[in-house]
């Protein structure tokens, strides 16, 4: 059974700093394309990047100048550093993985395992 957790979330001044993990378990670590995304209330999830089977790394224009994905063979952990955080970037965000050795796209419907999310909340 196919599982994503992801932790780390929580209540941060803007300007700091969080890492969430994601860590899988039940799949082939090394044949999946993992994400990251993010939903604002009242919104649908947005692409924050992915890292593909082979640990290349991509991030949305938006954050990719913040936001840096990375992942953890040994740990069936993807990571997602956050740095300089503003209230706007305040979201649940959630880990996607789907079964491709490359990452294709950021869009919601291409990824078959989510896991159930994490609050991040930044505060002026």
């Known amino acids: 059974q196919t599982q994503l957790m992801e932790s780390g979330g929580g209540s941060v001044l803007a300007g700091g700093s969080l890492r969430l993990s994601c860590l899988a378990s039940?799949?082939?670590?090394?044949?999946?394309?993992m994400a990251w995304f993010r939903q604002f209330p009242g919104k649908e999830r947005e692409g924050i990047g992915h890292?593909?089977?082979?640990?290349?790394?991509t991030s949305a224009d938006s954050v990719k100048d913040r936001f840096t994905i990375s992942k953890d063979n040994v740990a069936n952990t993807v990571y997602l550093q956050m740095n300089n955080l503003k209230p706007e970037d305040t979201a649940v965000y959630f880990c996607?993985?789907?079964?491709?050795?490359?990452?294709?796209?950021?869009?919601?419907?291409?990824?078959?395992?989510w896991g159930p999310g994490t609050q991040v909340t930044v505060s002026s």
């Open positions: 996607a993985a789907v079964l491709r050795y490359w990452c294709t796209d950021l869009h919601a419907t291409t990824y078959t395992f």
């Open positions: 039940g799949l082939v670590w090394n044949t999946y394309c």
């Open positions: 890292v593909d089977s082979v640990g290349v790394a």
